[in-house]
T-cell receptor, first 113, second 113 residues
Framework: DSGVTQTPKHLITATGQRVTLRCSPR?????VYWYQQSLDQGLQFLIQ???????AKGNILERFSAQQFPDLHSELNLSSLELGDSALYFC????????????FGPGTRLTVT | AQSVTQLGSHVSVSEGALVLLRCNYS??????LFWYVQYPNQGLQLLLK??????LVKGINGFEAEFKKSETSFHLTKPSAHMSDAAEYFC???????????FGTGTSLTVIP
């Protein structure tokens, strides 16, 4: 158990809908990262937050957004969902920003039908 | 700019044989290097990390990796493969504090009984 929790574990929704994925980092970790993993694209970095502020952006679509709250939990919002958004979404946390090892949550499996 | 290259998307070894998974990186500054393992339907788990101390790094489950600056490599090895080692392995690089991680495309390890 990494100490990172993600909810829900599975999510099935229809195209065009909006969903919110939630992540709670390990106790004491200030940085949160979001990743998308699919068979054709591999592991893709989406976005990083550090202590409530956006720190780095990767291959995140405009339909996707995220935020980190004062209690350091984070949410990833996915809107206007398409079939191609079906993937595993991982959250990871680290003590600081960059350089420090990341600890991954178990992931949320999103299926868009 | 940083990048990580994992040579061989699929590697098969016999049980008891040497495991060698290759990782080459590019970085303009001394990097932080990591190996992660992902078992089916699970999140990524940290195997080991290099942060400019000893060049030979020992990790969990009998794995180790050697940092070779002249070859810009950080290959992962294990002397004797076990069936439970079958998983996806990811190499990652970070240039230090304040910077994001860059993951390789992963190597799927199959262990043949």
């Amino acid at each position: 158990d990494s100490g990172v929790t993600q909810t829900p574990k599975h999510l099935i929704t229809a195209t065009g809908q909006r969903v919110t994925l939630r992540c709670s980092p390990r106790s004491g970790d200030l940085s949160v990262y979001w990743y998308q993993q699919s068979l054709d694209q591999g592991l893709q970095f989406l976005i990083q937050y550090y202590n409530g502020e956006e720190r780095a952006k990767g291959n995140i679509l405009e339909r996707f957004s995220a935020q980190q709250f004062p209690d350091l939990h984070s949410e990833l919002n996915l809107s206007s969902l398409e079939l191609g958004d079906s993937a595993l979404y991982f959250c990871a946390s680290s003590r600081r920003a960059g350089g420090y090892e990341q600890y991954f949550g178990p992931g949320t499996r999103l299926t868009v039908t | 700019a940083q990048s990580v290259t994992q040579l061989g998307s699929h590697v098969s070894v016999s049980e008891g044989a040497l495991v060698l998974l290759r990782c080459n990186y590019s970085s303009s500054v001394p990097p932080y290097l990591f190996w992660y393992v992902q078992y089916p339907n699970q999140g990524l788990q940290l195997l080991l990390k290099y942060t400019s101390a000893a060049t030979l790094v020992k990790g969990i489950n009998g794995f180790e990796a050697e940092f070779k600056k002249s070859e810009t490599s950080f290959h992962l090895t294990k002397p004797s493969a076990h069936m439970s080692d079958a998983a996806e392995y990811f190499c990652a690089v970070s240039e230090g504090t304040g910077n994001q991680f860059y993951f390789g495309t992963g190597t799927s390890l199959t262990v043949i009984p």
